[in-house]
């Protein structure tokens, strides 16, 4: 079973920037990696997504302000959060992805921005 592991998270005044990072414990290869996050009382929503292709989706609410991209290591990514929002507060989990498999999914980390 693959394991991600997840962290950055934290409180941060509306306007800063967090950077989160994601690890898989496997060496097995992701047709794509990216993160979802869960605000209080709302349904999990897709916030960015890297494929291996290279194509990336983001969620409209974050576009401009937040980056994903792959780390240096094999089976790692990561979210340059900028410009905070205090409705960007959400738990936020990393997810993978591969054919024939259920995605795999983290444990979450928290974001919190204070306005």
């Known amino acids: 079973q693959v394991q991600l592991v997840e962290s950055g998270g934290g409180l941060v005044q509306a306007g800063g920037s967090l950077r989160l990072s994601c690890a898989a414990s496997?060496?097995?290869?992701?047709?794509?990696m990216g993160w979802y996050r869960q605000g209080l009382g709302k349904q999990r929503e897709l916030v960015a997504l890297?494929?291996?292709?290279?194509?990336?989706n983001y969620t409209d609410a974050v576009k401009g302000r937040f980056t994903i991209a792959r780390g240096n290591a094999k089976n790692t990514v990561s979210l340059q959060m900028n410009s905070l929002k205090p409705e960007d507060t959400a738990v936020y989990y990393c997810t993978a992805r591969r054919p024939w498999y259920a995605d795999s999914w983290g444990q979450g980390t928290q974001v919190t921005v204070s306005s």
């Open positions: 496997s060496g097995i290869s992701f047709s794509a």
């Open positions: 890297l494929s291996d292709s290279g194509r990336i």
